[in-house]
């Protein structure tokens, strides 16, 4: 239009007709409007095919617009790139608020006191057991022999000294090697992070506990140094059966300091901490060992020892791994983590419990429990046990509470309440002396009926007139019965009481056969008057409690005040009788040679349970045999296993120590109660009885000859047949349908 302007100035306007010299006129592709789906390139070449002199000017263009389209896409990348970054960037940090939100509050990460530790001791001084969450002092680490640390950053954590506490080359590496084996077969976690999760975190494994693990322990490397992280780390690991600490470890599973290990001993204590449980050296030896040998070749690696040490402690370790054994000691300690707060309240600090256990007598009651058992629990059906002994004035000197602490810490000797039988008739009969009646007072054996309950004896014998003395050394039920009848129920449970059974006892007619159930500990009690002269006694175990620290005395025992609760005649009268169980009753297998013993049987409804309680002046010993669910055993009676192991505990106990009589009070008051036995039942009805001490029961009671001495032979009637007819056994299953 411009141009025909200057040609000629004036306008014309297009034709459109046939003979038009636009008539040829066409649209290129360049004219056209362009589309999503045109290709811009092919159009440029289409163009240029129609009009090349038009196309070096458009060709100029199309080099450049072909060289335009990399630098948006590199814009855009680079774009979305710095936009995903910085989402990223606020995903971790809204993660790392996250997470440290639910962390305690900053004013409370401070590292928390060791729980207080509780060391229990034994008469002489030795360590029984340990109670507490950390079950060793603290040992600084400059006092360690320098390869013990080395262990533990050997074979946990080798680049401990140069990480922040995450250590981003040990987690890669644990990847990969999980990812090969395709599970976990390696940690990546540094010693500072385990020091966190062991500090202020649970054993969880979650990504939020993990990601909580790695802020505490970057907190923990910013706010401590290198040695103060590795001291607390060693002092608060755990390693296996109960033991945090090293020093705790070294003592339970080497019998020594840990400042006196040897570097296979440091080697097997840096194994432990990946399995603690399973790697045990006194459960798993084996397991342990190899996992110490992986450990120095660890150390040898990283040149913590020399290669000359790792083969010479290879080839050779020194292990002293302690012996697990049945463990009852436990039983003891448990029932002081019990009686503890009562004394002290709460503990905050590291005590000692000195108390009254003799390390030796319970070591012979373990032995005695387990071994009897081993060896006749399958004949009897019999599955578990336990022992109680104590001095007359109530200190306890052994106590088992079941015959395998690892597999049942259930105890039975301070928990389990079970009917005495038999074992509960003495407090019937002394509350019959106390009112008037003695020893040969004669009362009817023969069949009862109380509105249709009907006692009966095992053997189903009635033997007639017989003495007191007779009936309890015999265990006849139907005497027993009709005493407690006499006496009163009430005042049978009376009697039962002041003496120390705690126990709520039911008074009815049955109670005489010892039907309300009791504690193996508080039986025994109750019978620590007859061998001490009638005096009340509380049993105990602890003797004092201090600080380990410092030895302030926190609690000391004191002697109970005098509470005289049986009559010293009464004494006399109830140790006469209960001596001639022993003699000619149901416990003739109890015997210790040159000393004065009494005691009595008892068995329970259905056999279920055996008992005996029986005592010198030196110990009150008490045996039950039974099972946990209350199953009958195989005709298992006081006067059997019971017995045995009464015997074989008390024989060893009493082995050097004096000889002391029985209290008594009246000299010759039963002499031939043998003889008045015999004529009842019509002469010695067995074979001679076999030689044993005489037994003065006077004032002026001599004392047995000592052990080893000649007995003199004392000629009596058999009263009865042997006990393992189960004579002290009335069952009161009769009454409830039984036999």
Do not use: C
Not at 231 to 254: K, P, T
Not at 383 to 408: C, F, H, K, W
Request: proline share 7%.
């Amino acid at each position: 239009m411009e141009s025909a302007r200057r040609k000629g100035g004036v306008r014309r306007e297009p034709r459109f007709g046939p003979s038009s010299s636009l008539g040829d006129l066409r649209l290129g592709a360049d004219d056209r409007v362009p589309t999503s789906e045109d290709d811009k390139p092919r159009r440029r070449r289409a163009s240029s095919d129609q009009d090349a002199p038009r196309e070096r000017k458009p060709r100029k263009r199309g080099n450049a617009s072909r060289s335009r389209p990399s630098w948006p896409r590199l814009g855009r990348l680079v774009y979305w790139g710095a936009v995903l970054g910085l989402w990223g960037i606020i995903a971790v940090v809204g993660l790392v608020v996250y997470v440290g939100a639910h962390l305690p509050p900053i004013q409370s990460l401070e590292i928390p006191k060791r729980p207080p530790t509780i060391q229990i001791t034994g008469l002489d001084g030795s360590v029984l057991a340990s109670r507490g969450e950390m079950a060793g002092t603290n040992v600084a680490l400059k006092e360690l022999p320098p390869f013990l640390p080395k262990a533990f950053i050997a074979i946990e954590d080798r680049r401990f000294y140069s990480h922040f506490g995450i250590d981003p080359m040990g987690i890669a590496r644990a990847a990969v090697t999980n990812l090969l084996h395709r599970g976990v077969s390696q940690g990546g976690s540094t010693l500072t992070q385990q020091l966190a999760k062991n500090l202020f975190l649970t054993q969880e494994r979650t990504m939020q506990r993990k990601l909580q693990e790695a802020e505490l322990a970057i907190w923990l490397e910013r706010k401590y140094s290198k040695a103060q992280i590795l001291e607390l780390y060693l002092n608060r690991v755990y390693f296996g059966s109960g033991a945090y600490g090293v020093e705790a470890a070294a003592q339970r599973y080497f019998g020594k300091s840990a400042r006196n290990v040897t570097i296979a001993e440091a080697a097997m204590l840096a194994g432990l901490v990946k399995s603690p449980s399973r790697l045990a050296p006194n459960r798993n030896p084996d397991g342990a060992e190899r996992r110490a040998q992986t450990v120095l070749s660890a150390m040898a690696d990283a040149g913590f020892i020399t290669e000359a040490q790792a083969k010479a402690n290879l080839g050779h370790p020194e292990y002293a791994v302690k012996p697990v054994g049945a463990g009852t000691v436990n039983y003891v300690a448990d029932w002081i983590g019990e009686e503890l707060d009562d004394l002290i309240g709460q503990i905050d600090q590291d005590v000692t419990v000195e108390t009254t256990i003799d390390p030796r007598l319970q070591s012979i009651a373990e032995a005695a429990v387990i071994d009897e058992l081993a060896a006749k629990s399958v004949k009897f059906n019999v599955s578990q046990g336990a022992l109680v002994a104590m001095t007359p004035d109530g200190a306890v000197r052994a106590l088992i509470g079941g015959r395998n602490y690892s597999e049942s810490q259930f105890n039975r000797a301070v928990t389990a309440k079970r009917q005495p039988g038999s074992a509960f008739k003495p407090f019937v009969y002394l509350t019959a002396m106390e009112q008037g009646l003695t020893p040969e007072t004669v009362r009817q054996d023969a069949p009862l009926d109380l509105k249709g309950w009907k006692p009966e004896n095992y053997t189903h014998q009635y033997f007639g007139s017989v003495t007191l003395t007779q009936a309890l050394a015999m265990s006849l039920n139907t005497v027993s019965v009709r005493l407690g009848l006499e006496v009163g129920p009430k005042n049978v449970v009376r009697t039962a009481h002041r003496l120390g059974v705690a126990s709520k006892l039911d008074p009815n007619p049955s109670i005489a056969l010892g039907t309300s159930e009791v504690t193996l500990l508080e039986l025994v009690g109750a019978y620590a008057p007859f061998a001490n002269g009638g005096r009340g006694v509380a049993p105990h175990v602890i003797a004092k409690i201090r600080t380990t620290e410092g030895n302030k005395l926190l609690y000391v025992r004191n002697p109970d005040p005098p509470n005289q609760v049986i009559d010293p005649r009464n004494v006399a009268q109830m140790n006469a009788m209960m001596q001639e169980t022993l003699l000619s009753g149901t416990a003739r297998k109890a015997e210790i040679p040159g000393w004065q013993a009494a005691g009595k049987t008892g068995t329970s409804q259905d056999f279920r349970d055996a008992w005996f309680i029986g005592y010198t002046a030196n110990l009150v010993t008490g045996v039950w045999l039974g099972n946990d669910d209350n199953s009958p055993t195989r005709k298992a009676t006081g006067g059997g296993l019971p017995v045995e192991v009464w015997t074989r505990f008390m024989r060893a106990a009493h082995q050097n120590v004096p000889v002391a009589a029985l209290p008594a009070s009246d000299r010759g008051l039963f002499a031939g109660v043998a003889n008045g036995v015999s004529q009842v039942l019509g002469g010695n009805q067995g074979a001679p009885a076999e030689p044993r001490a005489a037994v003065s029961m006077g004032n002026g009671a001599t004392p047995a000859a000592p052990a080893g001495a000649p007995r003199a032979p004392v000629t009596r009637a058999a009263v009865r047949p042997e006990a393992d007819s189960g004579l002290d056994g009335w069952l009161v299953d009769r009454l409830f349908g039984g036999r």
